[in-house]
């Protein structure tokens, strides 16, 4: 159980101020803000409030860091990411209190975001020693081609309030594995795990500058300047698609490197052949992770006719089942969401889909009381028109719709600007063959509601993004290549 003096002890825990240069320090002027418990709307913590001229000192510690730092000897960067990720699991219960804290997630699954997002740091501890370049003779025999790798430079890092730590760790651990230095900006919703996370990485001895941490409410104002600012070399985002356009269009001012993980619109396709027990549990994960919270939260449920109402009756008894409270309560599965403005939009799609003639199976109401709690939602036979199947739900809520043909199911499922990540249910291998190939989706999970996994290259395609996050690839994000053409040596 945990106690409201457990509370205290990790709101304790968190340092307030903004991380520059190896320094805590207030924001110009004394600015701060207030984070709010989103099952309260308390406030748990105020924090320093960056301005514009804190950003730009966070991009001056980082561009004067990066020299010294890209020399490091690459198992003394591994080294450091070890330790950081050690240190992340001693403090696995404050971690996940904080987060489910501030950001409403159950503690269960915020120490599954603990595990999962520390170990980006075992990972590209494991990778920073494997950075290669080649060596190679010309198809004519003659001259020799030699292909470095070195770090990109100094890169903003721009993350969203659902996985606080993991979305943090994502991006500073290949960072620090290449050799970059960084400016974090962690959402405003969510500051407090990004700035304990600051105190992990400068207790496990990284050096000043090298990881900045600049919680803001004028993110515009503070992040533009940097991303048009020569000194910095990477922009990597994640967050929503109009947010990412956005940004993308300021770092065209100076072409920058950008890595953009995006928003998504997953379908999850349930065939006849499926065995319908295991698509239900598969939908539970792909679904309520995070109370449907997640840029891979399954967003349509595309179910074959035969099995559609078997599916739909044994998914709302599953989603009936399930404890609504606060994150750090006993037992939770579902804690609040965000904030009143994420609630009114979840709530605003079941109603539409509501008054085109989709069938409520449950919930479907905002309840009475605190906090921004919104019920598992199933919703059956949705028409196509409703704005609930193009638009990411963002909380507990799951329509679906039928399909007659696998052609029909996979033309459905490619309706839609997004292209994150897809899931199907299906016994036929060479049905789940067909459908990778065909999907447009940069992740597919083939009887499974869970694809993120840090060696699995993460990332989308449409609309959901650019570059990919984790396994080999991630590191390569902040890298760039560098071919030096060699005169024959032998002539
Ligand atoms: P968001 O509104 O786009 O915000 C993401 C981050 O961008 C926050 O730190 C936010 O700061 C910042 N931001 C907002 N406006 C900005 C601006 N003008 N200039 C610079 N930064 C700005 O997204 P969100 O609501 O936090 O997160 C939900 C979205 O993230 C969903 O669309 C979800 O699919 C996506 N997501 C994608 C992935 C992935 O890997 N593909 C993973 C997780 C989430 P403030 O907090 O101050 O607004």
Redesign the pocket.
């Known amino acids: 159980m945990i106690s409201s003096a457990d509370e205290k002890r990790v709101l304790d825990l968190v340092p307030t101020q903004l991380y520059i240069a190896g320094k805590w320090q207030d924001a110009e002027g004394g600015k701060k803000f207030a984070v709010q418990d989103p099952a309260t709307s308390e406030t748990l913590l105020e924090v320093a409030d960056a301005s514009y001229a804190d950003g730009q000192k966070a991009l001056a510690a980082a561009a004067e860091a990066q020299d010294s730092w890209s020399k490091t000897a690459p198992r003394e960067r591994a080294e450091m990411l070890r330790r950081a990720f050690e240190k992340l699991l001693e403090l696995s219960d404050e971690f996940a209190i904080l987060m489910s804290l501030e950001m409403g997630k159950p503690f269960a699954e915020a120490k599954g975001e603990l595990a999962y997002g520390a170990e980006f740091l075992r990972w590209f501890s494991e990778e920073a020693v494997r950075i290669n370049g080649r060596y190679q003779t010309a198809p004519d025999g003659k001259n020799r081609l030699m292909v470095l790798k070195r770090p990109v430079g100094p890169a903003l890092l721009?993350?969203?309030?659902?996985?606080p730590l993991a979305?943090a760790t994502r991006k500073i651990g290949p960072a620090i594995a290449a050799g970059c230095t960084s400016i974090l900006?962690?959402?405003?919703?969510t500051p407090l795990t990004s700035l304990l996370f600051a105190k992990v990485l400068e207790d496990v001895g990284v050096p000043a500058g090298v990881v900045n941490v600049i919680p803001?409410?004028s993110?515009?104002e503070v992040?533009?300047p940097i991303i048009k600012d020569s000194r910095l070399r990477k922009l990597s985002?994640?967050?929503?698609?109009p947010?990412g356009k956005?940004?993308l269009r300021d770092a065209s001012e100076q072409v920058l490197r950008t890595s953009m993980?995006?928003?998504?619109n997953a379908p999850f396709l349930v065939f006849e052949d499926a065995d319908v027990d295991k698509a239900v549990d598969g939908a539970m994960l792909a679904k309520l992770r995070n109370m449907g919270e997640?840029?891979t939260a399954a967003n349509r449920f595309i179910v074959h006719e035969s099995v559609a109402e078997e599916f739909s009756t044994k998914l709302a008894e599953r989603f009936g089942a399930l404890k609504v409270s606060r994150g750090v309560a006993d037992g939770a599965n579902i804690g609040p969401l965000i904030d009143q403005k994420s609630r009114q939009a979840v709530h605003a799609l079941v109603e539409d889909a509501k008054a085109k003639g989709a069938k409520v199976l449950l919930g479907g109401e905002v309840p009475d009381g605190p906090g921004y709690f919104y019920p598992p939602t199933v919703l059956a036979s949705v028409p196509e028109s409703c704005e609930i199947l193009s638009n990411?739900i963002?909380g507990p809520v799951a329509p679906i719709c039928t399909f007659k043909t696998e052609d029909e199911a996979v033309a459905m499922a490619n309706n839609t600007e997004y292209g994150?990540v897809a899931y199907a249910f299906t016994k036929d291998l060479n049905r789940g063959l067909r459908l990778a190939e065909r999907l447009e989706t940069g992740m597919f999970g083939l009887n499974t509601g869970l694809v993120s996994n840090p060696a699995g290259p993460?990332g989308?395609v449409k609309q959901?993004?650019l570059g990919r996050e984790g396994s080999l690839e991630g590191i390569e994000e902040y890298l760039e290549t560098v071919y030096v053409g060699i005169a024959d040596p032998t002539a």
């Open positions: 721009i993350t969203p309030w659902n996985f979305m900006k962690p959402a405003a919703l803001t409410t993110a515009g992040t533009s985002f994640t967050g929503s698609t947010v956005m940004l993980e995006l928003g998504g997640a840029c990411e963002f994150l993460f989308g959901s993004g």
